[in-house]
């Protein structure tokens, strides 16, 4: 190897990353001011329209918009300022997104600008931002991370925090926002761009859809940017522990893997590896199934291994599991309520034994009960903070250890009762941050250059409160269909932090869509059997067939997968 006096700044696959060019959908290729806009049909919310429509009536039942080709000059003449803030839970691609927006904007008009807030929604409150320059650009190109602007979860809600922004917004003279995110995010971003057109602003909302979790996704958005990198992070991680399970032959491994609410993550995981036994939270509410049932399920297929003389397995968990069984999501929202409500006074307490026992007494008897049931620290765990939105924050709760804690004491009945003759040796694993800022896949890299570019376009048309959708995405890049999506289309209303508020519909796993049913086709073979496939690292540079790879999730719901 030569030898050379020069430290280098970044890793030898980060330096061939960065040469790596993003194809981008035809449509975008020659810049804004050769795409036109077409509209399509009024759209209504996905549920609750009549309220929906009272608290957005400035932004609700905007069309649909697609790109087609044709001349647009006038996008280039007038130079424009946009500024970008990553928002929640970092995603494989950010940086590109930030780079698709850059791009986009400088092929429009070389004097358009581009800042971003630093730390999430909350530099827009502190206005701290810098301005994101082409050649600060370049090391971000196809790396993992929000680290250029970083990411915060801070909500912009009070009537004092949309002034607020709205305020800097127009000291420094900003003629668009984009906001990359979740759900949450983005049901942020639809009401700031009906708060600025309430107060007579032109100042443009663009949401980017971001989350690793895959639950931002509907007809229009095919996937949110991030799944396709987290899931195959987290599948070669948990093929080589199915290979490892298979050598040592003596563990079974419990493997919690993130996403807050929906199991996409599990289920994609579970397709990519074939584990022994996937637990899947939106069936669990399907089923009304209690904690007591989903542990005889876990433990009448270990027994059943064990009588085969297998003492092992893998068992994929998600981490959403505990608010999908009815009686726990009862718990929770219970919680949810009373933690909000008594907000003041458990501050003033020290313990959290304290806390806890102070909430009990408000609890109603059944649900007393079975929090008292719950181990101590899980317990604890249910009463920790929420977050900015009103969400428990499931990556802190270890229902892997839930579950074992309490297959223990079934197993060993079970051996008194001569129904279980094996040993069961456990170890637990939780795969969340692992997955979040890695090196973007080649899907994602394309998917999020394309998703940033394709939201220039829609803010230098003047869009407001549409959502960035790049679709088709079975295809090559070159044939992605690009347009935008109203954000009032995705709401509906829930209740958060004990209030009834608008937000964007979360996509959970569907009992009668294809990615689940293939999966139950094949459970009960993968629970006996070692049928293990293992994905191995993702693929920068090599065959198509496994560098462009999609998931098996948008494989078999756009059709593209049997
Ligand atoms: P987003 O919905 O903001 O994309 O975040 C998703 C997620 O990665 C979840 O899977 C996880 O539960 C959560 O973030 C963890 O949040 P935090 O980073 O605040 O610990």
Not at 12 to 22: E, N
Not at 206 to 231: C, H, Q, R, Y
Not at 418 to 445: L, M
Request: with cysteine.
């Amino acid at each position: 190897m030569a030898k050379t006096n020069k430290t280098p700044t970044c890793s030898v696959l980060q330096q061939h990353r960065c040469k790596f060019k993003p194809v981008l959908p035809e449509i975008l290729k020659k810049g804004a001011c050769f795409v036109k806009t077409k509209t399509g049909k009024a759209t209504q919310s996905v549920a609750d329209q009549a309220t929906v429509k009272k608290i957005f009536p400035n932004t609700y039942g905007m069309p649909e918009i697609t790109f087609v080709k044709g001349s647009n000059p006038a996008i280039g003449k007038k130079a424009i300022k946009m500024a970008v803030v990553l928002s929640g839970g970092q995603a494989p691609g950010g940086h590109n997104v930030i780079a698709g927006l850059l791009d986009g904007l400088k092929k429009a008009n070389a004097k358009n600008k581009l800042y971003g807030f630093l730390g999430g929604p909350s530099g827009i409150l502190e206005a701290k931002w810098k301005e994101i320059t082409p050649k600060l650009m370049e090391a971000y190109r196809n790396t993992g991370g929000f680290d250029l602007i970083q990411s915060g979860r801070t909500k912009i809600e009070t009537e004092e925090q949309l002034a607020q922004a709205l305020e800097t917004l127009k000291k420094n003279k900003v003629d668009a926002l984009v906001i990359v995110g979740g759900d949450d995010s983005n049901t942020n971003a639809g009401v700031l761009a009906e708060y600025f057109k309430k107060n007579g602003s032109n100042i443009n909302v663009i949401g980017v859809p971001k989350t690793i979790d895959g639950d931002l996704k509907n007809d229009k958005i095919e996937t949110s940017f991030g799944f396709d990198t987290a899931t195959k992070i987290y599948a070669e991680l948990v093929g080589n522990i199915c290979r490892d399970v298979n050598s040592a032959q003596k563990y079974w491994h419990f493997v919690r893997l993130m996403g807050r609410s929906a199991s996409h993550i599990t289920l994609e995981v579970a397709h990519k590896t074939h584990p022994n036994i996937t637990l899947v939270g939106e069936e669990v509410l399907a089923k009304k199934m209690t904690l007591k049932q989903i542990i005889d399920y876990l433990a009448d297929i270990i027994a059943a291994r064990a009588k085969n003389g297998k003492n092992f397995g893998v068992v994929l968990v998600p981490e959403g599991l505990i608010e999908f069984i009815p009686e726990m999501k009862a718990l929770i929202a219970a919680l949810n309520d009373l933690l909000a409500d008594h907000e003041a006074e458990l501050s003033k307490m020290n313990s959290i034994v304290e806390k806890k026992d102070f909430i009990i007494s408000k609890l109603p008897a059944k649900l007393a009960a079975l929090m008292k049931s719950l181990p101590a620290g899980i317990a604890s765990q249910l009463m920790l903070d929420r977050d900015p939105h009103g969400n428990v924050q499931v990556s802190l709760i270890e229902t892997e250890k839930l579950l074992i804690e309490m297959l223990r004491t079934k197993l060993a009945d079970m051996k008194k009762a001569k129904k279980f003759v094996g040993k069961f040796n456990s170890i637990t694993h939780f795969f969340g941050y692992e997955g979040r800022c890695g090196a973007p896949s080649t899907f994602d890299a394309n998917y999020t250059y394309a998703l940033g570019y394709n939201a220039a376009v829609l803010a230098l048309n003047g869009c407001s409160g549409y959502l960035s959708s790049v679709r088709k995405l079975t295809r090559k890049p070159q044939a992605w269909e690009c347009g935008g999506v109203p954000l009032t289309m995705m709401m509906n209303i829930e209740r958060r932090k004990g209030k009834e508020k608008p937000v964007i519909r979360k996509a959970l796993v569907e009992l009668n869509g294809e990615p689940f049913k293939q999966f139950a086709k094949k459970r009960e073979l993968w629970a006996m059997s070692e049928s293990y496939f293992f994905p191995g690292p993702i693929q920068l540079f090599g065959p198509a067939e496994v560098t462009d790879m999609v998931t098996c999730t948008l494989a078999f719901e756009r059709g593209s997968k049997k």
